[in-house]
């Protein structure tokens, strides 16, 4: 499906927020956009928003809930896509007015002027194991399957303690060939992704390379202002 989307002025990307009962600038972010003292009419959000949440696990779409409708309220004022990431994913039946784009739809491109700009989660073009992997962890009737069995919550709440005691926060040394490396994945002119969580720009062979900073890690979302990609402290 193509979607024919414009990057407008002042548009906002958000990536790997990881919100959980630890991580909560995300829903900062949202409380923000919601009284205004941020503004955009165009909002990237990039995957891994939610520490883990799937159209199907009734625990974490209950843990989520106060976001998941802040988010379909600001979908009805502004553009919302929701890229999905490697922790959050089936998400289209919880966000009827976001354009929800699954993994395997991505890159999404969009266009400014006459640039195309490909937008991805960043954990496309691995190899064929994850995928599989991918395919596995996102299949429908697995997940309901696994919510069914899911007596007083005891999956979710062990999912949800590993995650809390995961450090997600690391510097990748030499980032810089990694984004190389993706770049070659892409025929754009400018590829934004997230998942990485290190908030690094790169011009490389008339190619921009954009990662997102992680919200939860650096505190930072992206805004899109005369042309450029700008950090922008929460
Ligand atoms: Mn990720």
Redesign the pocket.
Known sequence: MYHNIQLEESAIFVA?SHFNKKNRHFQSFLKKLENQEIKTKQLFLM??NFDFISGESKYFIKQNQELIEILNKLSKEIQIVYLE???DYNLAKLFPNILVIKREKQPLIIKYKEQSIALS???NFINWHYDLYCKIIRNGPLLKFLNLIDFNNIISKKIDNALLEKNICHLIKDFKSLAIKRISNYKSDIIIE????QGKTYNIDNKTYVNIPSLCCDNKYTVFRNEKFEGEPL
Do not use: P, Q, T
Request: no cysteine; proline share 0%.
């Open positions: 790997d995957g891994d990431g490697n922790h989660h960043g954990d997230g998942h990485y969580h």
